[in-house]
């Protein structure tokens, strides 16, 4: 039972990490509104996959900053905030603009968004002559997914309508730029109940290879192990190597062969010093020489004695030396 248990353990772990890890990534819920790698409602993953599927269009993905756009190439910027987008410096539209003077097409499509009072003079106005302006009242959404803006555009002259959809382009150098207020009809949900084609092949115009701008979410190539292994979809190879390690943890901790019986251990009888004195004498003395070894032992401690000699006399050459050893302690008795 405790085996069933820990199989069912693990496999409820596996799950976990699975709708922790990697069921965000498939549906791209840990990536922001309008990001291409999105395929819930909020994203724009079909978009992306639309232009792929059409013939002699390349479309990609852009993890990191772009200097410029060639001819034939459009890049998509979506689920740009426009509190944000109206903040920006001479500078940054600067950069918007050497973007697309080689003859490449930008397009920007804003969140929808709700009322916003604007009253700053912006650099967005003076240097593109371009208002973006908010509608006091619009409908409020019923779902999670905005249908409508409160974002419109006053443009000057040098602007031109791109459509539907309160768009708005206008030409940079060889290039253009479209801005895109109402930007619902490019999300996962916009192409599933209002799909217009020919306003999105509009946006797209003349490209033959179209990218998405996934940099501005955040969303960089960092070149992590974790990039690297979705990119070559090692996924299995993992899973088996975790596999593999988990039965070496169980190999180790547990051994095919049933257990031994336990049996209680034999006491051990432990030895005196006079077992030991006479476990060193049978090791180092004959039998024979015993007697004599015994002899000159006492003798160098009994120099004086005047029964040695009746003693040295009762062992020596004797046969048996229990016998001459009786023999030799009755001399001494004797002596007393």
Known sequence: MRWIYAVLLFALLVWGLEQVEISPLETGDVYPPYSSLRSDP?????????????????????????TSLDAHETMFVLGVDPASFTDVTAEELEHFEKLVDSGG????????VHFRSVTEKLPIT??????????????????????????YFVTGP??????????????FGRGSIVLVAD???LSNEGLREARDAAFLAGLAGPATRIVFDENHFGVTETGSVTTLMRKYHLEVAVAVLALAAAL???????????????????????????????????????????????FAEWSKSATREPRAA???DQIRGAR????????ACQALAKGK
Request: aromatic letters at 8%.
């Open 105 to 112: 097409r930008l397009v920007i499509a804003f969140l929808p």
């Open 183 to 185: 930007s619902f009809s």
């Open 42 to 66: 909020l994203g724009a993953k079909a978009l992306y996959e639309s232009f792929a599927a059409l013939p002699g269009i390349q479309v990609e993905r852009l993890y990191k900053d772009r």
């Open 320 to 327: 048996d030396p229990v016998e001459a050893y009786r023999a």
């Open 158 to 171: 040098e602007w031109r309508s791109a459509g539907r959809h309160n768009s708005v382009e206008r030409n």
């Open 310 to 312: 009746a003693v040295e």
């Open 248 to 294: 070496f943890l169980w190999r180790s901790a547990s051994s095919f062969l049933p257990p031994r019986e336990s049996r209680a251990m034999d006491a051990v009888a432990g030895r005196d010093a006079i077992d030991g004195m006479t476990a060193l004498l049978v090791r180092g003395v004959p039998e024979k020489n015993l007697l004599n070894a015994c």
């Open 126 to 151: 003076e240097r593109w002559h371009l208002q973006m302006l908010y509608l006091a009242e619009i409908r409020r959404p019923g779902s999670a997914m905005p249908r409508q803006t409160a974002l």
